[in-house]
Nanobody, 118 residues
């Protein structure tokens, strides 16, 4: 399984970004497995930001609720994370993952940097 993220960048507080992750290597990956977005800030442990199950059910970390939306296109096998009203504390490397259950962590992408700064 290969996961390739894109869409990171430098934004100011209050702005938005939309991350994408294209999955390949297995047929209909996102229709079969759970997928998620983790992030890791400098000096901190990685944390699970959002998960979407094969069924489409979603779950978010508390600080992402109301600001972030995880979604997927099962035809394109592409995962998305739309992030609105970004805060400085959202600065991190964001990783796309695929796996099972509510903590999909079997396969990881290379990560994309999101920096929120004035």
């Amino acid at each position: 399984v290969q996961l390739v993220e894109s869409g990171g960048g430098l934004v100011q507080p209050g702005e938005s970004l939309k991350l994408s992750c294209t999955a390949s290597g297995l047929q209909s990956i996102l229709s079969t497995y759970s997928a998620g977005w983790y992030r890791q800030a400098p000096g901190k442990q990685s944390e699970l930001v959002a998960v979407i199950r094969a069924s489409g059910t979603t779950k978010y970390m508390d600080s992402a609720k109301g600001r972030f939306t995880i979604s997927k296109d099962t035809v394109k096998d592409t995962l998305y994370l739309e992030m609105n009203n970004l805060e400085v504390e959202d600065t991190a490397v964001y990783y796309c993952t695929v796996g099972t259950g509510w903590t999909p962590n079997e396969y990881w992408g290379q990560g994309t940097q999101v920096t929120v700064s004035t």
